[in-house]
């Protein structure tokens, strides 16, 4: 069961853009240390595209999507962000928001072995971004 209620996606064509949403429950917003997003193509394992360490406010970007792709939390801190401009078809793909929470792991954001899941232990039910020529 999703522990992250994800919300936005669907179709766009290429050079479009499109914003995914996800709400983090309200007992735990202050006991977060990380949250990302991670992508799921056909045919490929999960990959990390972009992260957000809450502690320092650093970021990862993933390369196929740096300066494309921002990654952002509203001043609530309950609702995190990925904003996708400029898409590209290779852009279809199966998103998943994920937070670290309770310290899961020791906290390490940006540890990015087997699709995250080192890392987060809270995740998303998952949408679909389609993007077309």
């Known amino acids: 069961r999703a522990q992250l209620e994800q919300s936005g996606g669907g179709s766009a064509q290429a050079g479009g853009s499109l914003r995914l949403s996800c709400a983090v429950p309200?007992?735990?917003?202050?006991?977060?240390?990380?949250m990302a997003w991670i992508r799921q193509a056909p045919r490929e394992e999960r990959e990390v595209i972009a992260a957000l360490d809450l502690r320092d406010m650093s970021t990862y970007y993933a390369d196929s999507v740096r300066g494309r792709f921002t990654i952002s939390q509203d001043n609530d801190k309950a609702t995190l962000y990925l904003q996708m401009d400029n898409l590209l078809p290779a852009d279809t793909a199966m998103y998943f928001c994920?937070?670290?929470?309770?310290?899961?792991?020791?906290?390490?954001?940006?540890?990015?072995?087997?699709?995250?899941?080192?890392?987060?232990?809270?995740w998303g039910q998952g949408t679909q971004v389609t993007v077309s020529t």
């Open positions: 994920a937070a670290n929470v309770a310290g899961y792991g020791g906290s390490r954001c940006f540890d990015l072995r087997d699709g995250g899941r080192h890392s987060y232990n809270y």
């Open positions: 309200q007992r735990r917003i202050s006991d977060r240390s990380c």
